[in-house]
């Protein structure tokens, strides 16, 4: 019994790494989901106002949130398809991660 004090303190110390791994991998899969609805819904937005006449750009940067409309890449087909592509923040240090939506 006395051999066995303090494991359960190194087996905390030896997962505690891993649990915090996954907690930000589950954080990042989030936030990209997060990020594809909202190129989804800034698409939409943009090709509605292609629709109507006015410029996408603006459109699109307007629903967007501020953090994400820093970075959007907005193109206009000449079939008036509007296609957006958002930058993911990354929380871990993985390589850049992009979001691509396309609507009529």
Known sequence: MAAERGQAG??????????????AALAQA???????????????????????????GAAVRDVLPRALARDVRVRVGADGTVGVTLHVPR??????????????
């Open 91 to 104: 929380l871990l240090p993985l390589p850049s991660l992009t979001v691509d939506a396309v609507e009529r």
């Open 30 to 56: 989030c936030l990209f989901a997060l990020c594809a609805i909202a190129a989804e819904r800034a698409a939409s937005a943009g090709a509605r106002a292609a629709a109507r006449g006015a410029p996408p």
């Open 10 to 23: 190194v087996e905390l110390v030896a997962l505690l790494p891993c649990l915090l791994l996954l907690v």
